[in-house]
């Protein structure tokens, strides 16, 4: 019944940008951390950022200063906003989600997954 629904993916030139919204919905309770994850061809999922109820905000070191989540207007709703993209970006992106169904339930729950193609 939950879903992670994600979009705004494509294609985009080198030093371009791209923001990537991530709406979750269904029977939430409330939920942990939010955020993306990525895979590029031949390399290990990523962290890339991820933020908590309170706020705080993690990042990996290849896109801090560079990459931006942020809360949306919505509810359950989280942005993020890539900028001066690299071709190094260039990846699978999948919105991520620890989600407590109940008092005694958190699940992990992923987005489709948008492709994002950086190109010189």
């Known amino acids: 019944q939950v879903q992670l629904v994600e979009s705004g993916g494509g294609p985009v030139q080198a030093g371009g940008s791209l923001r990537l919204p991530c709406a979750a919905s269904g029977p939430i309770f409330s939920i942990d951390a939010m955020g993306w994850y990525r895979q590029a061809p031949g390399k290990q999922l990523e962290l890339v950022a991820l933020?908590?109820?309170?706020?705080?905000?993690n990042y990996a070191d290849s896109v801090t200063g560079r990459f931006t989540i942020s809360r949306g207007n919505a509810k359950n709703t989280v942005y993020l906003q890539m900028d001066i993209l690299k071709i190094e970006d260039t990846a699978v992106y999948y919105c991520y989600a620890s989600i407590r169904i109940g008092a005694l339930s958190t699940r992990t729950y992923w987005g489709q997954g948008t492709q994002v193609t950086v190109s010189s």
């Open positions: 933020m908590i109820p309170g706020g705080s905000t």
